[in-house]
């Protein structure tokens, strides 16, 4: 019997390992219902640790999270093939997941971020292996990361013209470094550091 395309397509493949599966792990099943679970395992989407807390950054926050959400969404099309079905899958079920706080993050620095995001997944009980690209790498927006998105912005505005993110970028720490399955994810630009700066 002839296998529909859409049934192997590299969108229906990306909701099977990064969605579907995870919801299946024990740590996750055992997790109560809640905000915490379904992120885990009805979404997918990038964990962010913000570092950054001047008073500027209240108005950019938001901003980044808006042109980074569209930026994705963008990029699903070019990306994935699949059916319609898939695709439309594949947007409703993005989502981000910021940790905001003044008291535990500010001024953090990508090993303290790294040891963070390593924390939180182990007070979940999630397993060390089989995890999806998505929770062995965290993204980080500390002062150098909004500094250059404000700038951007504000150059925009002078030029009475709508902003260009393009080049606007963001930091990719890997938790677990190195780690010889995110090499076709970040490759050698991490550089020996266990983190990269990534445009979008």
């Keep these: 019997m002839p296998v529909h395309q859409h049934h192997t397509s590299p969108a229906s493949v990306f909701l099977k390992e990064e969605v579907y599966r995870l919801g299946a792990l024990p740590g996750v099943r055992s997790l109560p219902p809640g905000p915490e679970r379904d ?22 926050l938001p901003v980044f999270l808006r042109y980074l959400n569209n930026s994705v969404h963008r990029a699903l099309r070019r990306t994935f093939t699949g059916s319609d079905e898939e695709i439309e899958s594949l947007t409703t079920t993005y989502s981000s997941k910021v940790f905001s706080s003044p008291e535990i993050y500010a001024k953090l620095n990508e090993e303290s971020i790294r ?61 677990n470094f190195p780690d010889s399955r995110m090499e076709n994810i970040v490759g050698v630009i991490m550089g020996g550091r266990g983190w990269h700066s990534m445009h979008w």
């Design 115 to 175: 040891q963070a995001f390593h924390d939180f997944k182990v007070s979940l009980g999630l397993p060390e292996t089989e995890l999806p690209s998505r929770l062995r790498i965290c993204l980080m927006l500390d002062d150098e990361v909004l500094a250059h998105l404000k700038c951007v912005l504000d150059l925009s505005s002078m030029a009475e013209e709508d902003a260009d993110v393009g080049g606007c970028w963001v930091k990719v720490v890997e938790e």
């Design 39 to 60: 992120f885990l395992a009805l979404s997918w989407g990038p964990i962010i640790y913000r570092t950054s807390y001047a008073p500027e950054t209240k108005r950019l």
